[in-house]
């Protein structure tokens, strides 16, 4: 296990970059749980855990305007800053498209600090 960051680093929706043996990986926390996928976009390899983090809209959409609460899930995506790809934080899946992915790593939590288990 590499240890990666201390928890407190990290708030709920937030995320931080680190490198691990060379390569860059995102740091996620949701609800106290911890994510990490590879910072490569599936679409041009932009740093897409750097981009915003939002809640994962789900059901029908309404055509226009501010959505209603009832539309957004518990699940989080990272939006790519490039061309704004959205993926799973706990799944590294694109938001419309399960076939694309970006590889996630497994996270060991241990007395406040984050690891990567590889
Ligand atoms: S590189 Fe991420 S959306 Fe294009």
Redesign the pocket.
Known sequence: MIEVCKVEEVEHGEGKVVKVKGVEVGIFNIDGEFYALLNS?C????P?CTGDIRKRVGGDVPPLGKLPEEYFTEDYVVI?P????AYDIKTGEHAGDPDIRIPTYKIVVEEQTVYLDV
């Open positions: 976009c679409h041009q390899r932009g897409v790519c490039w061309h704004g790809w």
